[in-house]
């Protein structure tokens, strides 16, 4: 059974940072594109970042450029993504997704709520 | 203001048919696969449809997807109360090179 499991998030001031993870297993996570996408309070789905099978490959939304990181750990199964420079409009509700596009599995979302 | 344009709500009664209706470009829709997903409240989104037209197992037949050029459609037959959720459409632009989403179809069964 395909499983995603988010961790990180919580409450973080403005200009801090959160480092995100997503824990997959069954599957061959080495196979696959990954993906973050968020969704802000009572909005619809923003897609954020995603990261080729090798990492070699990376996209992400102008918003976040420059200050986050999306990264993947094949030997760990896991994923991450690296939050700097967090603004307000940053809160979320973060989920992993499998695959670059076509989110054949999302994981149950942690919250990252930005405010001073 | 989403790449993808979709119906902001949508109702029918039960056991009746509603269609949700996703528009784009030639940059997203008009060359790639969409996918369309169902978020019932409080929960995560789930694929319900992949490569326009197919289910991924598991999905029963009532729901169905098309596209035509620029734009796709859903369509839910035999609606259920259980259908209530927010549905988005989403896919690659291509020129953009970014996922894009549609912003979202809430579908009420009265």
């Known amino acids: 059974e395909v499983q995603l499991v988010e961790s990180g998030g919580g409450l973080v001031q403005p200009g801090g940072s959160l480092r995100l993870s997503c824990a997959a297993s069954?599957?061959?996570?080495?196979?696959?594109?990954m993906s973050w996408v968020r969704q802000a309070p009572g909005k619809g789905l923003e897609w954020v970042a995603n990261?080729?099978?090798?990492?070699?490959?990376?996209y992400y939304v102008d918003s976040v450029k420059g200050r986050f990181t999306i990264s993947k750990d094949n030997a760990k199964n896991s994923l991450y993504l690296q939050m700097n420079s967090l603004r307000a409009e940053d809160t979320a509700i973060y989920y992993c997704?499998?695959?670059?596009?076509?989110?054949?599995?999302w994981g149950q979302g942690t919250l990252v709520t930005v405010s001073s | 203001q989403s790449v993808l344009t979709q119906p902001p709500s949508v109702s029918a009664a039960p056991g009746q048919k509603v269609t949700i209706s996703c528009s784009g470009s030639?940059?997203?829709?008009?060359?790639?696969?969409v996918s369309w997903y169902q978020q019932l409240p409080g929960t995560a989104p789930k694929l319900l449809i992949y490569?326009?037209?197919k289910r991924p197992s598991g999905i029963p037949d009532r729901f169905s997807g098309s596209k035509s050029g620029t734009s796709v459609t859903l369509g839910i037959t035999g609606l259920q109360t259980g259908d209530e959720a927010d549905y988005y459409c989403?896919?690659?632009?291509?020129?953009?090179?970014?996922?894009?989403f549609g912003g979202g179809t809430k579908l009420t069964v009265l």
């Open positions: 990261i080729k099978q090798d990492g070699s490959e990376k």
């Open positions: 069954g599957f061959t996570f080495s196979k696959y594109w």
């Open positions: 989403g896919t690659w632009d291509s020129s953009l090179s970014v996922v894009v």
């Open positions: 490569e326009n037209n």
């Open positions: 997704a499998r695959k670059g596009y076509k989110f054949d599995y």
């Open positions: 030639s940059s997203n829709i008009g060359n790639n696969y």
